[in-house]
């Protein structure tokens, strides 16, 4: 294998392998980001109806 050619492979899998990780922490951090999001807005209806419940 030419030596140019060894240093083109070696360079793709290496950004194909610094590609996947970025991604993954970003789907990581877009997972709890929601997660947290619906457990604010779960209790913000909670609130609602106890504040319901009340009147």
Do not use: F, H, Y
């Not at 990780?21 to 913000?44: F, I, M, P, R, Y």
């Amino acid at each position: 294998m030419k030596r140019i050619s060894r240093t083109v492979v070696t360079a793709t899998i290496l950004s194909v392998a610094l590609l996947a990780s970025g991604c993954s922490d970003t789907w990581q951090g877009v997972k709890e980001d929601t997660s947290k999001n619906l457990d604010k807005a779960g209790d913000v209806v909670i609130k609602a109806g106890e504040k319901l419940k009340s009147e």
